[in-house]
């Protein structure tokens, strides 16, 4: 999220970013869950593409909250929000663009680009375990060099030291810490749970999955690996959560680490700016689930507005 943290609750999602005028302001969505969605995540294997259609719906409310207010003058909200609601229609119909062309270049690039490069070498590696392995391969470094080369432009670098702040707060709430920004500021920047590792164990989920399919022809390859791609997704999810299960085993631990590892990329250290604001999150998140916690912030620094 650009200049800010979310964090989700028992009884809503917080966003906090910090503004222009260096004020901090809050986006809270109730959560809400009909009883059909309540069910479904309790059944293993369906629970995870529940999740993620649940994340991705809140997330794209928050990430828009982000982006429409954190670079805008507070001076300038009336004009803005007045703009805002003339073009509402607009703004829904790209957002829905944006999604589709997301998910279409997506999934073109990183699912069918490695099973094309990977039929290319058949002639050197003609079993299907050894394409199997060299196409995960090619998706494993493509998928770290695009999380590299994002990771250099400013605004990213910035992302991701927020994506560090979130962790560093939950990590020393979890470790029963006191919440000040000294104390989070010595916790670490990984987490278990975290979506980063999500997405390197579909890559590592995909390749046991796709033993059991056929390579060729290339046609047939691209197509089960499109279809497979709910599989593969409820499949991690699950193994997600047996890892964080499994993290205070000290024999068992390691499998989380590859997931750990490749938040060496998708997190930053963050300033103590960045983590009073992910800890004015936390805070909002706290409040509204009624759980009372000392979070000691320099609340007199900022000004703050709720939105719900």
């Not at 302001?25 to 809400?32: A, D, G, H, N, T």
Request: proline content about 4%; overall charge positive; charged content about 20%.
């Amino acid at each position: 999220m650009i200049e800010g943290v979310m964090f989700a609750g028992k009884n809503s999602f917080v966003s906090a970013i910090r503004r222009k005028d260096n004020s901090i302001e809050y986006f809270v969505q109730k959560r809400e869950e009909s009883n059909i969605t309540k069910q479904l995540k309790k059944i293993p294997f369906i629970r995870g593409i529940v999740a993620l259609i649940q994340a991705s719906a809140n997330g794209i409310k928050h990430l828009e909250f982000a982006s429409d207010r954190y670079d805008v003058d507070p001076k300038d909200d009336e004009n803005i929000l007045k703009q805002k609601e003339t073009s509402k229609l607009v703004m829904i119909l790209g957002l829905g663009a944006v999604g589709v062309l997301s998910f279409i270049v997506g999934k073109l690039i990183f699912t069918v680009t490695p099973a094309i490069v990977a039929n290319f070498f058949t002639s050197l590696v003609p079993s299907k375990t050894g394409q199997v392995l060299l196409e995960s391969f090619f998706k494993l470094i493509l998928l770290l060099a695009y999380i590299y080369f994002i990771s250099l432009t400013p605004l990213i670098k910035r992302v991701f030291q927020y994506h560090g702040a979130e962790h560093k707060v939950i990590n020393a709430y979890e470790n029963n810490v006191p919440l000040t920004v000294e104390n989070v500021q010595k916790q670490s920047r990984l987490h278990y749970r975290c979506g980063s590792s999500f997405i390197l164990f579909t890559v590592i989920i995909g390749v046991f999955v796709y033993m059991f399919v056929a390579t060729e022809p290339l046609w047939w390859r691209i197509v089960n690996r499109i279809l497979l791609i709910p599989v593969v997704i409820s499949f991690s999810f699950e193994f997600l959560q047996f890892t964080n299960k499994l993290r205070h085993i000290p024999v068992l631990r390691w499998l989380g680490y590859p997931g750990l590892w490749l938040q060496l990329l998708t997190t930053k250290e963050p300033d103590d700016d960045q983590v009073e604001v992910a800890l004015h999150s936390f805070k909002k998140v706290l409040e509204n689930d009624n759980v009372e916690v000392d979070i000691k912030i320099t609340e007199g620094t900022y000004s703050e507005a709720g939105h719900s």
